[in-house]
């Protein structure tokens, strides 16, 4: 099971961008970023496999991007023109080769309007 580690969260006007990355320990299949608010089900924001094919939440297509350096396992999400209500913690999800899911501590994104 591979370990994450999240970084690029923080404190945002509305309309502005934030960029966040993922490290895995070591090579996987599928990355991806969800979100969850307090009281809320974790939903997808962004996902994308090792060969490079993407989905994305319907709320954050076209304006959010997620890309991934497989060389240094690690996936990388760009949002730009956030609204208040992304105002969430963001987790970082991986599979592995083997089906093993781990998830990231997580990292909060606050956007104030």
């Known amino acids: 099971q591979v370990q994450l580690v999240e970084s690029g969260g923080g404190l945002v006007q509305a309309g502005g961008s934030l960029r966040l990355s993922c490290a895995a320990s070591g090579s996987t299949y599928r990355m991806g970023w969800y979100r969850q608010a307090p009281g809320k089900q974790r939903e997808l924001v962004a996902g994308?496999?090792?060969?490079?094919?993407?989905n994305y939440g319907d709320s954050v297509k076209g304006r959010f991007t997620i890309t991934r350096d497989n060389a240094k396992n690690t996936v990388y999400l760009q949002m730009n023109s956030l609204k208040p209500e992304e105002t969430d913690v963001y987790y970082c999800?991986?599979?592995?080769?083997?089906?093993?899911?781990?998830w990231g501590q997580g990292t909060q994104v606050t956007v104030s309007s």
């Open positions: 994308i496999t090792s060969g490079g094919s993407t």
């Open positions: 999800k991986a599979l592995d080769h083997s089906g093993q899911t781990s």
